[in-house]
Structures are given as C-alpha cells and as structure tokens.
Nanobody, 121 residues
Framework: VQLVESGGGLVQAGGSLRLSCLAPKIPFSTYNMGWFRQPLGKEQEFVAAITGSGSIQYGDSAKGRFTISRDNAKSTGYLQMNSLKPEDTAVYYC????????????????WGRGTQVTVSS
C-alpha cells in the first residue's frame, strides 16, 4: 500500500502550504497518521502525528506553526504549515501505522514517496 502526498512546492518565508496524504486500501480510521520530514543530507525528523480518534502530538519544529488533521471519510490526512521558514525546507513524508510510539518511524507500516517543500528567504 502506497500513501500519496500532495501539496508541496516553493513558497516564500512567512507563507503557508497545506500538505495532503491519501491513504487508499487501508481501514484509515484505525490507523495513526504521522508526518516526517528529511532535509537534504540530514536525518529524518518527526513533525506531527494524529491518532484515528484525533489525539495529536507535535514535534518541536511544528509546535505553534503547523496543524495536523484528518478526514477519515476521505481516507486523507493533512498538514497545514504556516509561518514557514527556510529551515522547513525538506522532503515531507506521510505514514500510517498502529503503534502508539508516534515519533518513531519504525512504528509506521505504510509510507508515501514524499513531497518537496522549499521555503525561500
């Protein structure tokens, strides 16, 4: 099962983007959904996670600027990113899993291919 991210692109610092993640062929409401990012040449970083029932956890880089949400009826998750900074430039990945260790990439069973977000200064 391949998740499908969309919504990435080039934006100026201070701008906003909304990423989407379509999760076909899985019982989406029973899966936690996470967002991770990986800047070029750096390690993957936890951004945010939301459980099937709507509990949310944010990584330090996302707090106060990013909002994670989901629409179980559409099998789609979202990451609203506001007040973007050049250091937010990365490939953003969504993932789905059923473990409660949300910040650990190994807790997720399914991944998307990623979408590039580039923030210019």
């Amino acid at each position: 099962v391949q998740l499908v991210e969309s919504g990435g692109g080039l934006v100026q610092a201070g701008g906003s983007l909304r990423l989407s993640c379509l999760a076909p062929k899985i019982p989406f409401s029973t899966y936690n959904m996470g967002w991770f990012r990986q800047p070029l040449g750096k390690e993957q970083e936890f951004v945010a996670a939301i459980t099937g029932s709507g509990s949310i956890q944010y990584g330090d880089s996302a707090k106060g600027r990013f909002t994670i949400s989901r629409d179980n009826a559409k099998s789609t998750g979202y990451l609203q990113m506001n007040s973007l900074k050049p250091e937010d430039t990365a490939v953003y990945y969504c993932a789905a899993g059923q473990s409660t260790n949300y910040v650990y990439p190994g807790s997720y069973n399914y991944w998307g291919r990623g979408t590039q977000v580039t923030v210019s200064s």
